[in-house]
């Protein structure tokens, strides 16, 4: 028998059960979590990467592979009609940001960029606040764990995909590093 050795899986099995990575500071906090997230004081716990005057980059807490972020309207919306024009374009530049802090980061051989708009019958969790997944991914990476076992192999622990990202979207043109929080800021408009 095969024995897959990953003690980064520690982080996912001592967690509290009755709270999501989400809502962990406060499981009682039914609102939306990306809606929640960005109110709190600290970006590191929350897993915030970046954040522009409209928009923030979320480390997702079920990757499909290191550096797997989702770009977040602060806007509660599931529409992207329903956001401004400075809204979209906020969000497409942020959406630029992660690709180059991405390939700073990981170096990947490319990304994934997509929405899964349409709730349940396109595959989403959270359909109500739009979110764009950005997915790095390699070349001979043929993800064939969760096709044949239903098994996801998490190669880097989120804490160190967090600082990699963290230290390269601060290192963009335009980055402003708040001495307070240590988050990352653009002024994208």
Not at 119 to 139: K, Q
Not at 172 to 183: I, S, Y
Request: with cysteine; charged share 30%; net charge negative.
């Amino acid at each position: 028998m095969d024995q897959l050795f990953a003690p980064w899986r520690i982080e996912w099995v001592a967690r509290d059960d009755d709270q999501d990575a989400a809502d962990a500071d406060d499981p009682d906090d039914d609102r939306c979590p990306f809606c929640a997230l960005p109110e709190r004081d600290d970006d590191r716990e929350s897993k915030i990467v970046a954040r522009s005057p409209h928009s923030f980059v979320l480390l997702n807490n079920y990757p499909y592979a290191p550096g797997h972020v989702m770009v977040i309207p602060y806007r509660h919306t599931g529409e992207f009609a329903a956001l401004s024009d400075a809204e979209l374009l906020d969000h497409a530049r942020l959406k630029s940001k992660t690709l180059a802090a991405l390939d700073a980061a990981f170096d990947p051989d490319g990304c994934n960029a997509g929405e899964n708009l349409g709730g349940s019958a396109a595959g989403g969790s959270i359909d109500d606040h739009l979110h764009t997944h950005v997915v790095p991914r390699w070349s001979g990476d043929t993800n064939f764990m969760p096709v044949i076992s239903d098994t996801k192999v998490l190669v880097q622990a989120l804490d160190d995909s967090y600082d990699q990202l963290h230290e390269a979207f601060a290192g963009l043109d335009g980055a402003v590093v708040d001495g307070d929080d240590d988050a990352v800021h653009f002024g994208l408009d």
